[in-house]
């Protein structure tokens, strides 16, 4: 079975400084996808950037970007020009492509990024 | 376009009690999930749906029920009530093909005393 880790339980960062928060997993599979997802006090759970095992090119959108290590099973995130916004618990994701049935989703325990104005 | 919406959003049952929990999506999707999440642990998978009419088991599946008798719509219910219940309950839903990427709803709080 595979397993998400996340070994940063609380982070912090100063506004508008850069941010990494590291994510790990376990798979036997080629093919499979990787997510981060959101969710602030509101509790509402957002995605933040997804990324497909097969691509080799890393995953951007605006300020958020990924550091995909397909050899080591690593999948950092990255936050740039942090904002008191960004402030919220991530979680990282893993989704098999081959797996038959639904899509299920396999989390990381999460990390909680605080933001210091 | 709601996505997907929970009811209800609070409650507190007593140990013993029975409640249902629904989970209504508009986006036409197969897929319907039913996640507990509790503290230092993430989001757990109770039970699925590939279609309706079809449910399937997750990782912690003891001590729930789920139907899915339209398409839209995906409940799960507690039978009887135990305090290891409480938790937040989050449904999702995602489409057939694609990444698979999974639109959550607004989650329940549920405390069982």
């Known amino acids: 079975a595979q397993t998400v880790t996340q070994s940063q339980p609380e982070m912090s960062v100063q506004e508008a400084e850069t941010v990494t928060l590291s994510c790990t997993y376990d798979?036997?599979?080629?093919?499979?996808?990787l997510f981060w997802y959101k969710q602030p006090p509101s509790r509402q759970m957002i995605l933040v950037i997804r990324q497909e095992a097969y691509k080799q090119q890393n995953a951007t959108e605006n300020r958020f970007s990924v550091n995909f290590q397909k050899a080591a099973k690593s999948f950092s995130l990255k936050i740039s020009d942090s904002q008191l916004g960004d402030a919220a618990m991530y979680f990282c994701?893993?989704?098999?492509?081959?797996?038959?049935?639904?899509?299920?989703?396999?989390f990381g325990q999460g990390t909680r990024l605080t933001i210091n104005p | 376009n709601a996505g997907v919406t929970q009811t209800p959003k609070f409650r507190v049952l007593k140990t013993g009690q029975s409640m249902t929990l629904l989970c209504a999506q508009d986006m036409n999707h197969e897929y319907m999930y039913w996640y507990r999440q509790d503290p230092g642990m993430g989001l757990r998978l109770i039970h699925y749906s590939v279609g309706e009419g079809t449910t399937a088991k997750g990782e912690v599946p003891d001590g729930y029920n789920v139907s899915r008798l339209k398409k839209q719509n995906f409940l799960l219910g507690l039978e009887s009530a135990a305090p290891s219940q409480t938790s937040v309950y989050f449904c999702?839903?995602?489409?057939?093909?694609?990444?698979?990427?999974?639109?959550f709803g607004p989650g329940t709080r549920l405390t069982v005393t």
């Open positions: 994701a893993y989704r098999s492509a081959i797996s038959l049935g639904a899509q299920k989703l396999v």
């Open positions: 999702a839903s995602s489409r057939f093909r694609g990444s698979g990427e999974q639109y």
């Open positions: 798979t036997s599979e080629s093919d499979y996808y």
